[in-house]
C-alpha cells in the first residue's frame, strides 16, 4: 500500500519554501488511495481489450497503447503524489494566476486548437497535446473555492459575492461551452454546488438555474447534433430499442445496452469482450460499457462503488474533517469533479443520462484528463493530511 | 447556525443527492441485465454470430466397371494479408514478401512483377489480396514450408473429369457453384450434391470473419456415387470411331449410342464434336449440346422397322411377295413423287427392307390403316420421351392420325414426317432386338453413399411389349439381310458376326424445304442369336455421301468389331465359325479401297491375299479386276499412303480416275464416285453394265460419271457371292 508521509527534504525537490511544504504529523486518506489504485487497474484492463482496433486505424498495435497508457497512470500517480506534498493553501494563493493563464489558453485553443471527433479541444505545445478545457476547470473549480472562503462574512450579498464570481464561472464555462458542451454543463453543475456548499443564496443560486435552463435551450436550438442527442435520450429512456439493431442515431446507446446485457452477472471475462468492435471508442466514452461486458454486473457495480468510496471518503472524512472552510469548499469541489464524471461516464454508458464524451477518470484512455484526477485527489489527500479532529488528538 | 455548521450540513444534502446517481446505476444495470436481457443478447447473436456452410463434398461417378469418371479435386487459394501484425509490429517485412512473391513465382511460372503488381494494386487497408485461386497440393506444401506469417491458404474443392472429354455428354459439368448444370450432374445434382454443414463464426462491423465458434453445429454429409451403366471402354471406341467418322466424312456432328436390349443400360452415348467438361466454359455450346437426346431429326429408312413391325403382325405382307418397282424408280402418289435411290426392280419382301425401297415401303404401309400404323409407331416409342435419367430430352413429334394429310402415311412409312431423337431410335431397335420387349433407357445403375451403402439400385423397367415375339423373330432374317452383300449395310459387316439393322438417309430439311443435305444413319444390333448390343449411329450432313450405308455404317462396324474384340463371349462365337470352302469368283476392283475395307471384302468373298505396306490405299492389285480366280488363288495388293501416290506422274490436281464401275450395284457405284469428288447420273436401275467416261481416264471433280443400269443380273459380280 502506498503510503504518504512527511518528508521535510522535499522542499529541495520542488522548489518551494519551507511553509509550502506540508509537514503534518499524520498520512493522508489511504481509502483514497487505494479506490484510485482500483480505477486505475480496472482502466489498464479494459483499455488494454478494447483498444486493439483504434491501434490498428493508427497503424500500431495495442502493445504501444497501452505502455503510453502505463506511462500516463504514472505520470498521473506521480503528480497526484506530488500535490499531496504541497500544502493547499500555497496552490490557493497561486488560484487567480492559474485562472487568468487557464482563460489564455481556452483562447488559444479556439485559434490554434487542433481538431479532433469534429470538435477543436486539443492543444499543441512542444509536441505535448492537452485539453485546456481541464486545466481550466480545475483552476476554475480552486479560484471558486479560494473566493468562496474570502467572502464568508457577505456571502449572502449579490454584488460583492456572487456576481463576482459568476464572473468567472461564466467566463470560463462559456468558452469551454463553444467546443465542448457537456464538460461545460457539468463544470457549471459542479461551480454550483460548490456555491451552494459555500453558503450562496439558494434564491440567487435558483435563479440562476432558471436562466441556466433557458440558456441551454438557446444553445441547443443552435445544434442538431445536441437536439438529435437529446432526442435519442428521450426515446431510449422511454424503451431500450431490443428488436432490431439500430443503424444511425441511437446505435451507441444500444450497442452499450447489449453489452452490459451480454456481462450478465460475472461478465465474459477479461479481454473477451466482443462489443468492443461494435463501440465507438470503446477505451474512453463507452469504457463503462466494456468492463460491464467483461467483468459483468458485479465488476460494473464494483467500479461505480470505488468512485461512491471516493464521493464518501471525500465528503463524510476529508471536507468534514478539514482544519478551515477553504479545506472543505476544496474537498467538496475536487471530490464532486472526479465523482461526477465518473458517474456522468457510467450513466453514459449504460443509458440513464444522454450521450456526451466525457471521460472516466483514472479509467479511461487520455492523459489529460488522468493528470488532472490526479491532481484533484493529491489536493484531497493533502487536505486529508490537516484533519482538524486528529490535530485536536495530537495537539490538543 | 455558525458558518461551519451550515457549510456542513449543505455539504451533507449534495452528498444524500449525489448518492441517489450510483443508486440510479445499479438500477440501471439490473434493468438492462433482467428485463431487456434477453432480447439484447439475442439482438447481439443477430449482429455477431453468422453461420457459414461447411461444404460437403460431391460424390464420384463411376462407370461399370468401377472406373473413376468424376471426382474432386482440391486445390488451394493462397490469399495474402500484408498488415498481419508481425514480430510486435505490424505488417509482413519487405524481404520476407519478397521471399514469397519469387518462390510463388518460380513454381507458377509467372512472373514476379505480376504477383507484385496485384500486391501493389489492392486497397491500402486491404488484408486480404488473392494472389493464385488454383493452386495444387504440391505448390501448396511449398508456400505452407517457407512458414511466413500473413499467407492464407483456403481449400476448395473442384470438380475434375478423370478423363477429359470422355463421356463429356452423359456426364455434363458443374458451374461455379459446383451445381451440375446438364448430363448426370444436373439430373442427379441434388443425390451428388450432399448437404453442407453448419458453422458458427463470429463476424466484427466489418462482416469480416473473427473466429470460429466451438465445433461445427452441423457436420456435412458427403454427396452420393453414382455408379452408371456407361462401360468406359465402349465409350472410348464409340467416341474414337465416331470421330474418325466425321472427320473423314467431313459431317457437322456425329452421334452414337450403344445400349443393352435386354436392360435398357446405355454403355456409351456420344456426340462429336464433343468438349472437356473440366473446362466447359472453353467450347462452343454447340460443342455440349447433346444431340442424342435433344436434336429431332427425321430418321428416314430406319423408321422402316416400324413399317415392318406393323406389317408383319397385321398380315399385311407376305414373305413370298413380290413388289415391282417402277423401272425410273419413281412413283406419283397424289401428286408428289416419291422415289428410290436407284430403280430397284422387282423385290420380295425381304429386299425391299434390304435394299431399302421407300416405293415399295409405302405401297405396304398403304395396307394398313393410319390409325394403325400410329399405334405401332406409338408403342415402340416415337412421340413421347424414353425418360432417360438426363435433362434435356425432346419427345419428338408424332402426328395423330387425325392430322395426317394424305400422304403421310406412305412418307412417315420411310421415316419421314416424323421427328425422334436418335436415342428414339436406339430404344426402338433394343426392343425388336429383345424380341418386342421395350426396356426403359437409363444411365445409372446404383447410387452409393459415402460407406458403400446402396441408396437406390435400378430395376430394368419394361415399357411395354412392342409386338409379338414371333413378329420380331420372322424379321430378324430380314434385317439381318440388310448386313448382306447385296444390302444398304453392308459396310457394317464384320466377318464371324451376326449382325441385323438398318440404314437410314434422311434429306435434311431446313426452313421447311427439303435440301441435298442429308443424314445417314445406321441401328443395328449383334449378335443376332443373342443380341447383346444396340448401337445407333447418326452423321449429320457428310460431304462425302448422303448414305447412311456407307457413311454411318463402316462406323457401326469398326465399333462392331472392336466391341466384339472385348466381349470374350462374342468372340469365342465368331471364332467357332467353320471355314467354308471358298467359291471361283472374279477378282474385285479393290483399288482405292482402303486396307482395311480391302481386307474386309476378301475375306467376304474367301479369297487369298497379301497386302504389301501397311497403310493407306491400294493402289495396285494382282491379278486385275474382273480375273477368273480358282479356289487358293491369291491376290497380291500394294498399299499406297495416297490414294493414287504409285501412279504419281499422272496425277492431277484436282482431277480423279474413273474406276472400274461396271459389275457394281448402283448405290456402291455412286458412293464410290462420291468419294472420289464426282457426280452421277444415273440410266436404268440395278447393276452397273456400261460407264462414261471408262475406267482409268480422269476426270476433274464435281464432273458428272454417267451409269447405265441392267435390272436384276444375276451375275453381278457380288451377288455371286451371296450366302
Known amino acids: ?71 500516463k497512470l504514472g505520470i498521473a500517480f506521480f503528480v497526484m503524489l506530488l500535490v499531496s506534498k504541497i500544502n493547499y493553501h500555497a496552490i490557493a494563493k497561486l488560484s487567480r494566476i492559474g485562472m487568468v493563464v487557464s482563460l489564455f489558453l481556452l483562447v488559444a485553443v479556439l485559434a490554434f486548437g487542433t481538431e479532433q471527433f469534429g470538435a477543436k479541444r486539443w492543444l ?64 457549471m453543475a459542479i461551480c454550483l454546488l460548490v456555491m451552494f456548499v459555500g453558503r450562496i443564496s439558494v434564491i440567487q443560486i435558483g435563479s440562476l438555474i432558471a436562466i441556466g435552463i433557458l440558456g441551454g435551450i438557446l444553445l441547443l436550438s443552435q445544434s442538431t447534433n445536441r437536439q438529435d442527442r437529446i432526442e435519442q435520450y428521450i426515446t431510449q429512456i422511454k424503451d431500450i430499442p431490443s428488436e432490431q439493431i439500430i443503424q444511425g442515431s441511437g446505435y451507441q446507446a444500444q450497442q452499450a445496452h447489449i453489452a452490459i446485457a451480454k456481462g450478465e452477472l460475472f461478465g465474459v471475462g477479461i479481454g473477451k469482450s466482443s462489443q468492443r468492435d461494435f463501440l465507438p471508442a470503446p477505451y474512453n466514452d463507452f469504457i463503462f460499457a466494456i468492463i460491464a461486458e467483461e467483468y459483468g454486473l458485479f465488476g460494473a457495480m464494483g467500479l461505480v462503488l470505488m468512485y461512491t468510496l471516493i464521493l464518501i471518503r471525500g465528503v463524510v472524512f476529508v471536507a468534514r474533517n478539514a482544519e478551515d472552510h477553504l479545506g472543505s469548499l476544496l474537498a467538496v469541489a475536487c471530490t464532486m469533479m472526479i465523482v461526477l464524471y465518473g458517474f456522468v461516464n457510467a450513466g453514459v454508458a449504460s443509458g440513464i443520462l444522454p450521450v456526451t464524451g466525457l471521460p472516466m477518470p483514472f479509467v479511461s484512455y487520455g492523459g489529460t484528463s488522468m493528470v488532472f484526477a490526479g491532481i484533484m485527489v493529491g489536493i484531497l489527500l493533502n487536505i486529508s493530511k490537516h484533519n482538524r479532529n486528529r490535530r485536536t488528538l495530537y495537539y490538543g | ?186 439430373y442427379y445434382n441434388e443425390e451428388l450434391k450432399g448437404e453442407n454443414g453448419v458453422r458458427q463464426v463470429r463476424r466484427d462491423p466489418f462482416n469480416r470473419i473473427f473466429e470460429y465458434i466451438g465445433a461445427p453445429k452441423k457436420l456435412p454429409r458427403d454427396g452420393y456415387s453414382l455408379h452408371t451403366t456407361i ?68 430418321p428416314g429408312s ?95 413429334s408424332l402426328a395423330k392420325p387425325y392430322e395426317w394429310s394424305l400422304v403421310t402415311l406412305p412418307w ?13 431410335i436406339a430404344q426402338a431397335y433394343a426392343a425388336f432386338a429383345n424380341k418386342g420387349l421395350m426396356m426403359r433407357p437409363y444411365l445409372v445403375e446404383k447410387i452409393e453413399d459415402k460407406n458403400g451403402d446402396v441408396i437406390m439400385e435400378h430395376e430394368p423397367v419394361e415399357i411395354r411389349r412392342i409386338a409379338k415375339r414371333s413378329t420380331l423373330e420372322k424379321l430378324m432374317p430380314v434385317f439381318e439381310s440388310v448386313v448382306a452383300d447385296s444390302g444398304t449395310g453392308d459396310l457394317a459387316q464384320v466377318e464371324g458376326l451376326r449382325i ?132 487358293g488363288d491369291k491376290i497380291s495388293l500394294t498399299l499406297s499412303e495416297t490414294f493414287t501416290e504409285a501412279e504419281s506422274e499422272t496425277v492431277k490436281e484436282g482431277y480423279a480416275e474413273i474406276p472400274e464401275l461396271r459389275g457394281m450395284n448402283m448405290r456402291k457405284a455412286t458412293n464410290l464416285l462420291a468419294d472420289l469428288g464426282l457426280e452421277t447420273e444415273i440410266i436404268g436401275s440395278g447393276t452397273v453394265f456400261a460407264q462414261y467416261p471408262k475406267q482409268g481416264e480422269w476426270l476433274r471433280k464435281g464432273y458428272t460419271v454417267t451409269l447405265r443400269g441392267k435390272a436384276r443380273s444375276l451375275e453381278t459380280l457380288t451377288d455371286a457371292t451371296k450366302r
Open chain 2, 500 to 631: 441385323a439393322g438398318k440404314t437410314g438417309t434422311a434429306k435434311k430439311v431446313v426452313n421447311g424445304r427439303y435440301t441435298n443435305n442429308y443424314r445417314g444413319s445406321f441401328a443395328g444390333f449383334f449378335p443376332v442369336d443373342d443380341p447383346q448390343y444396340v448401337a445407333f449411329i447418326l452423321l449429320d450432313e457428310p460431304r462425302t455421301s448422303g448414305y447412311g450405308g456407307f457413311t454411318a455404317a463402316p462406323i457401326f462396324r469398326n465399333i462392331a468389331l472392336r466391341i466384339a474384340g472385348l466381349d470374350n463371349d462374342i468372340q469365342r462365337s465368331m471364332t467357332t465359325i467353320e471355314e467354308e470352302a471358298p467359291l471361283a469368283v472374279r477378282t474385285p476392283f479393290l483399288r482405292g479401297l482402303s486396307r482395311e475395307e480391302a481386307k474386309t471384302l476378301l475375306r467376304e468373298l474367301n479369297i487369298q491375299f497379301e497386302i504389301n505396306g501397311n497403310s493407306g490405299y491400294v493402289a495396285a492389285q494382282i491379278p486385275e479386276a474382273g480375273t477368273e480366280l480358282k479356289a
Open chain 1, 1 to 71: 500500500m502506498i503510503y504518504t508521509s512527511p518528508h521535510s527534504n522535499l522542499s529541495n525537490v520542488i522548489g518551494t519554501t519551507a511553509e509550502d511544504i506540508d509537514t503534518p504529523k499524520q498520512g493522508s486518506d489511504r481509502y483514497l488511495l487505494m479506490a484510485v489504485v482500483i480505477l486505475m487497474t480496472f482502466g489498464l484492463l479494459a483499455v488494454y481489450s478494447s483498444i486493439a482496433f483504434f491501434a490498428e486505424t493508427k497503424s500500431t498495435t495495442a502493445g504501444q497503447l497501452i505502455l503510453s497508457h502505463l506511462i
Open chain 2, 1 to 186: 447556525m455558525d458558518e461551519r455548521t451550515a457549510i456542513l450540513s449543505r455539504m451533507f444534502i449534495i452528498l444524500g443527492f449525489v448518492l441517489l446517481i450510483p443508486c440510479a446505476l445499479g438500477f440501471q444495470l439490473i434493468r438492462v441485465n433482467y428485463f431487456e436481457g434477453e432480447e439484447l443478447r439475442a439482438l447481439w447473436s443477430k449482429q455477431a454470430i453468422d453461420q457459414i456452410p461447411i461444404p460437403a463434398q460431391r460424390g464420384n461417378i463411376y462407370d461399370a466397371n468401377g472406373t473413376l469418371l468424376a471426382t474432386n479435386a482440391i486445390d488451394y487459394r493462397l490469399a495474402y494479408d500484408p498488415k498481419v501484425p508481425f514480430n510486435g509490429g505490424i505488417g509482413v517485412p519487405k524481404e520476407l514478401e519478397n521471399k514469397l512473391i519469387q518462390k510463388l513465382a518460380t513454381l507458377t511460372g509467372k512472373s514476379v512483377s505480376h504477383y507484385r503488381n496485384k500486391i501493389n494494386s489492392a486497397p491500402p487497408q486491404s488484408r486480404y489480396i488473392v494472389l493464385e485461386d488454383e493452386l495444387s497440393v504440391i505448390i501448396k506444401d511449398e508456400i505452407k514450408a517457407l512458414d511466413i506469417k500473413g499467407v492464407i491458404l483456403e481449400e476448395n474443392y473442384k470438380r475434375k473429369y478423370t478423363f477429359g472429354p470422355l463421356a463429356s455428354h452423359v456426364l455434363g459439368f458443374v458451374n461455379h457453384e459446383t451445381d451440375g448444370r446438364i448430363g448426370l450432374e444436373a
Open chain 2, 412 to 424: 412417315m412409312s420411310h421415316g419421314y414426317e416424323i421427328q425422334t431423337t436418335s436415342l428414339q
Open chain 1, 124 to 187: 499543441n505545445v512542444g509536441g505535448f497535446s492537452f485539453q485546456p478545457s481541464m486545466v481550466a476547470s480545475v483552476a476554475l473549480l480552486i479560484h471558486i473555492s479560494v473566493l468562496l472562503n474570502e467572502k464568508q462574512e457577505y456571502i449572502k450579498d449579490f454584488q460583492k459575492a456572487f456576481l463576482p464570481i459568476m464572473f468567472w464561472v461564466v467566463l470560463t464555462c462559456g468558452l469551454i461551452g463553444i467546443e465542448d458542451f457537456s464538460s461545460a454543463g457539468i463544470l
Open chain 2, 302 to 396: 430406319t423408321f422402316k422397322l416400324v413399317t415392318a413391325v406393323a406389317a408383319v403382325e397385321q398380315g399385311v405382307v407376305s414373305f413370298d411377295e413380290i413388289f415391282e418397282t417402277p423401272d425410273n424408280g419413281e412413283v406419283v402418289i397424289h401428286d408428289l413423287v416419291l422415289r428410290d435411290h436407284d430403280p430397284l426392280g422387282d423385290l420380295s419382301f425381304e429386299e425391299v427392307i434390304q435394299k431399302s425401297s421407300n416405293v415399295a415401303t409405302a405401297e405396304i404401309a398403304m395396307r394398313m390403316k393410319p390409325e394403325v400404323f400410329y399405334q405401332y409407331a406409338r408403342n415402340m416409342g416415337f412421340g413421347t420421351e424414353t425418360n432417360i435419367d438426363l435433362i434435356g430430352e425432346v419427345q419428338g
Open chain 2, 231 to 298: 462401360d468406359a471402354y465402349i465409350q472410348a471406341i464409340l467416341e474414337d470411331e465416331l470421330k474418325a467418322g466425321v472427320e473423314k466424312h467431313l459431317a457437322n456432328y456425329g452421334t452414337g449410342i450403344i445400349m443393352d436390349p435386354k436392360t435398357g443400360a446405355i454403355k456409351a452415348l456420344a456426340n462429336y464434336p464433343t468438349y472437356d467438361p473440366n473446362y466447359p466454359a472453353s467450347s462452343d455450346e454447340e460443342n455440349r449440346r447433346n444431340f442424342a437426346i435433344s436434336d429431332m431429326i427425321e
